[in-house]
């Protein structure tokens, strides 16, 4: 069956170093993959989208690979601050439909 | 621009009960999305609209929920009657042309 992996354990670094966070999938063939940051009690905000044909994409201080042989996507914050803390969720596109990962808490801590 | 709207932003009701929720997206979006996110988990999808056409419901209860977007635009979600699985945050969010989801804040469900 389809699945999307994001650690569930909460992150925790230090203000100023890279954060990098997980995406898994297995059985999937999809499209594209994006990622989003929810803060408690709001709706997701879209941050970065990356193609099934591109290796990395840039935005900022924010990094994303996809890496469609390793079924994975690493999603990296430089010069972290403690406004960045926050749950990030991957989302894959498949066929038709766009599924969601279970996000995971990243905490900078000052 | 403005964002996409959700109302109420909180409910509390008890079990058996029905309940509706109303979402209003960005002016021009052809597709809506209902989702549904109980605490740790991500957005669950449980409805895709275009326009006014339904594209995927394969993950709404239909027995219990139904949702409807009349003239393309507003969309309502109803669930009828309320069990206590259903506690949730119930998420609308409308996509343009490019493939970005805009959010609505959400409204938080309590069944009791």
């Known amino acids: 069956s389809q699945k999307i992996e994001q650690n569930s354990e909460a992150l925790n670094i230090q203000e100023g170093k890279t954060a990098t966070l997980t995406c898994n999938y297995t059985?999937?063939?999809?499209?594209?993959l994006q990622w989003y940051r929810q803060d408690p009690g709001r709706g997701p905000v879209f941050l970065l989208l990356?193609?099934?044909?591109?290796k990395e994409k840039r935005k900022e201080r924010l990094k994303v690979t996809f890496d469609t042989t390793l079924k994975q996507s690493l999603f990296h914050i430089t010069a972290s601050q403690p406004a960045d803390s926050a749950t990030y969720l991957c989302?894959?596109?498949?066929?038709?439909?766009?599924?969601f990962g279970t996000g995971t808490k990243l905490q900078v801590i000052p | 621009e403005a964002g996409v709207a959700q109302s109420p932003r909180y409910k509390i009701i008890e079990k058996r009960q029905s309940v509706a929720f109303w979402c209003n997206p960005i002016s021009g979006h052809a597709t809506l999305y209902w989702y549904q996110q109980i605490l740790g988990q991500g957005p669950k999808l449980l409805i895709q609209?275009?326009?006014?056409?339904?594209?995927?419901d394969s993950q709404l209860p239909k027995d219990r929920f139904s949702a409807e977007r009349l003239k393309g635009v507003d969309s309502t979600l109803k669930i009828q009657p309320a069990k206590l699985e259903d506690s949730a945050v119930y998420l609308c969010?409308?996509?343009?042309?490019?493939?970005?989801?805009?959010f609505g804040p959400g409204t938080r469900l309590t069944v009791l």
């Open positions: 989302a894959l596109k498949g066929y038709q439909k766009v599924t």
């Open positions: 059985n999937y063939s999809p499209a594209y």
């Open positions: 969010a409308s996509r343009s042309t490019t493939d970005t989801q805009y």
């Open positions: 990356i193609r099934e044909n591109e």
């Open positions: 609209f275009q326009n006014n056409g339904v594209v995927d």
